[in-house]
C-alpha cells in the first residue's frame, strides 16, 4: 500500500459513517468491483415493484396511453 494510500484511510476513518461508505462506493467503483450503489427511496422501490408485478401478468401500457404521456411533456 502507497504511503498517500495509508493517509486516505487514515482520514477517512475520522469521516462520519456515511460519508466513509461513499468513500469505500467509490474505490469499489474505480476497481471495478462494484457498480456505484442508487439509493431508492420506500415509494420508488414500491414503483418499481408494482411495475415489474404488472409486467409478470402482461399489463403494458398501449400504444394510445403513450402517445397521450409523450404530448403531455411535449415530446
Known sequence: MTKLLEQA??????????????MARIIMAMT??????????????ASFDESLAQAEHGEFATDDEIRAIWAKHGL
Do not use: S
Not at 484511510?9 to 461513499?22: C, G, I, S, T, W
Not at 457498480?35 to 420506500?42: C, K, R, Y
Open 32 to 45: 471495478g468491483d462494484e457498480l456505484p450503489v442508487v439509493q431508492l427511496t420506500a415509494e420508488e422501490e
Open 9 to 22: 484511510f487514515k482520514a477517512a476513518r475520522n469521516l462520519p459513517p456515511a460519508m466513509q461508505d461513499d
